[in-house]
């Protein structure tokens, strides 16, 4: 993935990503994003544009269930979250649903992981299941649901690290049921 601002770093001018798109030696992805035609695509790579695009975005919900493989879930839209009172981001693909937190809702749990060299910023997982819980809303308690199930059978997160992200997103009341039947 190549943006204009990564040529200025090297002094080649930006109409030169025009002439190579034009004589398709580059693809354009997205505006301001550009990639070689003859590029394996990612399964990461809706993940890497939104990324690159909003780098203060964190991948969250639906997206994160997917991304921590806790969910038969495919969703249509990455969801990402932003500081209480941010604008959504205005980019064409791919298509973005915004939540936004605010205070240690939004900074605490954030992970960081590299794919096809670019760091995603993801909520770990039981960062993810509290704000499932949060917005079970939005996405259906029953995701929310097999989440935790999923979760907690994989070993992938502990009670302790669920009852510390239950307080921090004020959910602990709405999460104590289903934690005390799954002990």
């Known amino acids: 993935m190549l943006r204009p601002s990564d040529l200025v770093g090297v002094g080649v001018a930006r109409v030169v990503l025009t002439r190579l798109t034009a004589s398709d ?5 997205a505006r301001g994003l550009y990639r070689l ?8 790579e809706s993940l890497i544009t939104v990324a690159i695009k909003v780098p203060q975005a964190v991948i ?14 495919l969703p249509r839209q990455v969801w990402i ?22 205070g240690q809702a939004y900074t605490e749990g954030i992970e960081l992981f590299e794919r096809d060299q670019v760091t995603l910023r993801v909520y770990g997982v039981a960062k993810t299941i509290a704000d499932c819980f949060k917005h079970r809303n939005k996405i259906g ?7 935790l199930k ?3 059978a994989r ?18 009341n709405v999460m104590r049921p289903y934690l005390e039947a799954l002990e």
């Open 60 to 73: 969250c919900l639906l997206t994160a269930l997917q991304f921590h493989e806790l969910t038969t879930q």
């Open 141 to 147: 308690i029953d995701v929310a649901l097999e989440a």
């Open 25 to 29: 030696q580059l693809e354009k992805v």
């Open 81 to 102: 979250a932003m500081p209480r009172g941010s604008h959504p981001p205005t980019i064409d693909y791919p298509p973005l649903k915004m939540v936004q937190f605010a």
């Open 150 to 152: 999923d979760a907690r």
């Open 155 to 172: 070993k992938k997160v502990s009670a302790n690290d669920l009852w510390h992200f239950a307080k921090i997103c004020r959910v602990a």
């Open 37 to 44: 035609p003859q590029t394996q695509t990612s399964e990461y």
